[in-house]
């Protein structure tokens, strides 16, 4: 078998006003969905995160790997490796600079599983070792945000919404704002566990808003807080004592492995990161530093599915608990996610998951359904899912006529208030 084309359409869909540490989500999220043709008629499909330089890389990807075998993966990534050999990635998304071979590997490492899942009629999960788990548990990632529904409409409310598309696109800007988005992700997907994105107002507010939080669902939903290392480490020590007893995982609250592993010695709640420590070469000063408790992975990022399972194990071998980062994303990336999931035997928590706050998508059958706040995978070949080319066409014409080719959450923010910086608001 041989690979005949690389196929890379950029789409854009809506996304509401969500604040974070960087800024704002622009009305529209960008990804770039990724189909690798072969010459037996097989097609593998992939997701990643948009942007103009992973599109130009995308193109010195599909010119180095044409004509291999999907089969052949090891194979793959050193061509990678050898075309993009010194070559720092300058696609930055608030984790800093990648190594653009491990990122673009990343991104073509789904498409490949699913050609070779569909070539030999398994599923992704059973290529990964099968599986531990029926079903994967994900959590209720929760936003400070404006009112608005995102996409065309902005800042205004879709007249057309229902349910929790209508509930979504209430403002979030207080603790009880904040509670009233957790009832109603929580009724509709049955999550039960709860992450709030932080690193937006002053940390008394946002400390304020996990304890609300804790009072409205009680001590049988954990808790989790990702101030997006926005804060100092005085200021994570103050607010870390508050939240002792409250929080299932602290996540990213200040910058730098060296500053974690010194508020790791200063608190007692169990330290999260998927920025401080975001690659393999970074693992050996975590846990000579002890910086953390877990790793939270992204097959995005880490090097694709198998890289992953890797990851795995060696979280195994030094003690460390493991999840997965989530970002602004659609089905595939989210079964691709879920297969994982299911074959990881060292995961240990819930999944992070955007998957609410978008409301389109590119495969058949539409959007997929949690149940309980979980989802499992089929025994169907590869991903077990199809594109759906006439939502795919649409959410590229979205992408032609948005006018947004790359991400910048401090742009959007300045469109709000002018004078706010990245720097502005550093606690």
């Known amino acids: 078998m041989k690979i005949t084309d690389i196929v890379v359409t950029p ?53 180095t790997i044409v004509g291999m075998d999907p089969f052949e993966r090891n194979a793959i990534r050193l061509a990678i490796d050898n075309k993009f050999l010194s070559v720092m990635d300058s696609m930055s998304v608030g984790y800093g600079h990648r190594n653009v071979a491990v990122r673009m590997f990343s991104a073509i490492d789904v498409a490949l599983f699913d050609i070779i899942g569909k070539a030999v009629g398994k ?44 509930d979504k696109e209430e403002a979030a800007l207080d603790p009880d704002g904040v509670v009233y988005q957790a009832k109603a992700m929580c009724k509709e997907f049955g999550f039960k566990s709860i992450k709030l994105k932080a690193g937006v107002f002053h940390p008394q507010v946002e400390t304020d808003t996990i304890l609300a939080l804790r009072k409205a669902f009680g001590e049988s939903y954990p808790l989790r807080i990702d101030p997006n290392a926005i804060w100092s480490l005085e200021t994570s020590i103050k607010y870390g004592h508050m939240l002792e007893g409250v929080l299932e995982y602290f996540e990213d609250p200040c910058k730098s492995q060296e500053s ?76 691709a996610m879920t297969h994982l999931g299911c074959a990881l035997p060292e995961l240990s928590y ?78």
Request: proline share 4%; with cysteine; aromatic share 8%.
């Open 123 to 166: 599923p992704v999960v059973d290529l990964l070792g099968g599986r531990v788990r029926d079903r994967v548990d994900f959590s209720a990632y929760l936003f400070y945000k404006y009112e608005g529904a995102g996409g065309p409409f902005g800042f205004k409310r879709n007249p057309n919404a229902t349910g929790w598309h209508k």
């Open 350 to 427: 819930a999944m992070d998951t955007h998957y609410p706050w978008q409301s389109e998508e590119v495969i058949k059958g539409g959007r997929i359904q949690f149940e309980d706040g979980s989802l499992g995978v089929s025994n169907e070949p590869g991903l077990g899912i199809e594109l759906d080319y006439e939502q795919l066409e649409k959410l590229h014409q979205n992408y032609l006529n948005c006018g947004i080719i790359d991400r910048n959450d401090e742009i959007e923010m300045q469109k709000v208030n002018p004078d706010w910086t990245f720097a502005s608001h550093v606690y």
């Open 260 to 335: 974690m592993a010194a508020l790791r010695k200063e608190i007692s709640i169990p330290l999260a990161t998927n920025m401080c420590t975001t690659s393999f070469g970074e693992i050996p000063s975590d846990v000579a530093l002890g910086a953390d408790d877990i790793i939270l992975s992204d097959h995005h990022i880490w090097g694709g599915l198998d890289a992953t399972m890797q990851l795995g194990r060696i979280c195994s071998t030094f003690g460390l608990g493991l999840s997965m980062h989530s970002n602004s994303h659609l089905g595939i990336s989210l079964t």
């Open 11 to 63: 789409i854009a869909f809506t996304d509401p006003p969500l604040l974070n540490a960087a800024g704002l989500h622009a009305p529209y999220a960008l990804r770039i969905i990724i189909e690798i043709k072969t010459d037996e008629g097989i097609t593998g499909i992939g997701e990643i995160a948009g942007g103009s330089s992973v599109l130009d890389s995308l193109q010195k990807v599909k010119e």
